[in-house]
């Protein structure tokens, strides 16, 4: 079975704070994706990676950076964290471009 | 236009009653479409997906859904509806290099 670990369940931070989220896929997987969900929101895209040291926009980067520097791990940032990017993260992993998506059980950031 | 909708925030079923959750989609060219369940506090579990073929799926937990293209939906069914069904599902499709997912459907199964 594919694991997506995430590298904390619940954070707090203050506004802001940089903050650092890892995602880590043990499938030897080439895609990754990081997503905000919000209720009645769905899932949105904030950046995925096609490959190692490689990564694009999804649909609400700003604010946010990315790191993949191994193919296992890709990171989200949040350069200056604001109260508006309270949320819950998602990281997920496929095989594939065109295939299913493995997730994580997700991060709950709260900015204070 | 919204590419994926899924047109009821929540659906209520009766234990052992049939179960469908509703997800229309809106893209160019063959659609690849995916259906998700999320339990809470956990992340999203990948259930069945439609590429190409039979427009009856099967997937997980004896969930299946139905492509219709002429009415461009694909429903999420269940024969018979258990407690532990009771979670948050998402529809998606694949456009433009990524998934779009719909907004999520509340599914509850009371006894």
């Known amino acids: 079975d594919v694991k997506v670990t995430q590298s904390s369940r619940y954070l707090v931070k203050r506004t802001g704070e940089k903050v650092f989220l890892e995602c880590v896929q043990d499938m030897d997987h080439e895609n990754m994706f990081w997503y905000r969900q919000d209720p009645g929101l769905g899932l949105r895209l904030i950046y995925f990676?096609?490959?190692?040291?490689?990564?694009e926009k999804g649909d609400i980067p700003e604010g946010y950076s990315v790191s993949r520097e191994k193919k296992e791990r890709f990171s989200l940032i949040l350069e200056s964290a604001s109260t508006n990017q309270t949320s819950m993260y998602l990281c997920?992993?496929?095989?594939?471009?065109?295939?299913?998506?493995?997730f994580g059980p997700g991060t709950r950031l709260t900015v204070t | 236009a919204q590419s994926v909708a899924q047109p009821e925030d929540q659906v209520n079923v009766a234990e052992g009653n049939p179960l469908t959750v509703k997800c229309t989609y809106s893209?160019?060219?063959?659609?690849?479409l995916f259906w998700y369940v999320q339990y809470p506090n956990r992340g999203l579990q990948f259930l069945l997906k439609?590429?190409?073929?039979?427009?009856l799926v099967k997937g997980s937990y004896g969930f299946e859904a139905e492509f219709n293209k002429s009415q461009t939906s694909f429903h999420l069914k269940k024969p018979s509806a258990l407690v532990s069904d009771s979670a948050l599902y998402f529809c998606?499709?694949?456009?433009?290099?990524?998934?779009?997912f719909g907004q999520g459907t509340e599914l509850s199964v009371k006894p």
């Open positions: 990676s096609y490959d190692v040291k490689m990564k």
């Open positions: 997920a992993s496929s095989l594939y471009r065109v295939a299913e998506q493995y």
């Open positions: 439609y590429i190409t073929g039979d427009n």
């Open positions: 893209v160019s060219g063959n659609p690849y």
């Open positions: 998606a499709v694949w456009q433009g290099g990524k998934l779009i």
